[in-house]
């Protein structure tokens, strides 16, 4: 018996999921493209873990894709940006900026000058369009509800935001494989 592709990785993934095996379900999730964890990208965000967010995203969209990927890709690396000057890491923050942030200049480069000179402030939330910053608790939660609104609307993710629902054979062999011994 065949299974199609995406009914394979559903059942693999069902199978990780049932024997603990997140990390190993993550990467299949970002390798194969074929469904996007939202609530594991959200505790990436909340945690402010924004390589790993940013890596898992790239599993499912670039940057160039469309608006809304351009967006998403924007506003993570912002909110990293912002933590690290928060801290007081200023090198730190010249490397985010001339790294990660710089390929935003082409679609709005005063605002990429703006956050340049950001460093130059002690307190960016001095800036008159940070003023509502808040803590960085708050923060990520209000950045990644504006992330996932750019998530729900971008065409690249339709269909990918539940697991894939495979038929009651590829059931049968799911429940076979998570009664495994591991």
Partial sequence: MSYPRKDCVAMILKFLEDKNFEETAHT???ESGLFFNLEYFEELALNGEWNEAEKYMSGFTKI???????KIYFEMRKQKYLETLDKREHDKAVEILSNDL????QYNSELYKEMAL????????KHASLTKYG????????IFREIKKGIEA???????LRVPAVDARVGQWSL???NLQI
């Fill in 118 to 125: 950001l460093i130059t402030v002690d307190d960016f939330r």
């Fill in 102 to 105: 710089k390929v935003f200049a």
């Fill in 154 to 160: 971008n065409p690249v993710f339709q269909g990918k």
């Fill in 135 to 142: 803590d960085t608790r708050s923060a990520r939660a209000s």
């Fill in 28 to 30: 299949l999730e970002r």
């Fill in 64 to 70: 160039e894709d469309n608006k809304f990927s351009t």
């Fill in 176 to 178: 076979q494989m998570s």
